[in-house]
């Protein structure tokens, strides 16, 4: 079974930067697909950005400007570097790992990031 360990939420300010890691406890390869979703309340759960296999980036119009999703193959990890944080970004982010050949999702537990006014 594999397992995301996620770190990095918090509480941010409006115009703040906060960054968000997960490590896949699986061996990594290129050609794994990581990345984010986030859910906040009474929504449903979004994608935010992931590094599709094969390395394409796909993001959400909402924070393509403002976010950064990268992945470490060394280390089996992706990151998401979030700038200019919004208050619309307050959500549950859950990490997202579906590795080669891409027939199974893996969810993190999800990390709360808050931005307040």
């Known amino acids: 079974q594999v397992q995301l360990v996620e770190s990095g939420g918090g509480l941010v300010q409006v115009g703040g930067s906060l960054r968000l890691s997960c490590a896949a406890s699986?061996?990594?390869?290129?050609?794994?697909?990581m990345g984010w979703y986030r859910q906040a309340p009474g929504k449903q759960r979004e994608l935010v950005a992931v590094?599709?296999?094969?390395?394409?980036?796909n993001y959400a119009d909402s924070v393509a400007d403002r976010f950064t999703v990268s992945k470490d193959n060394d280390k089996n990890t992706v990151y998401l570097e979030m700038s200019n944080l919004k208050t619309e970004d307050t959500a549950v982010y859950y990490c997202?790992?579906?590795?080669?050949?891409?027939?199974?999702?893996?969810w993190g537990q999800g990390t709360q990031v808050t931005v307040s006014s």
């Open positions: 699986a061996n990594a390869y290129r050609l794994d697909s």
């Open positions: 997202y790992y579906n590795p080669y050949p891409w027939t199974r999702d893996y």
């Open positions: 590094v599709e296999g094969g390395g394409a980036l």
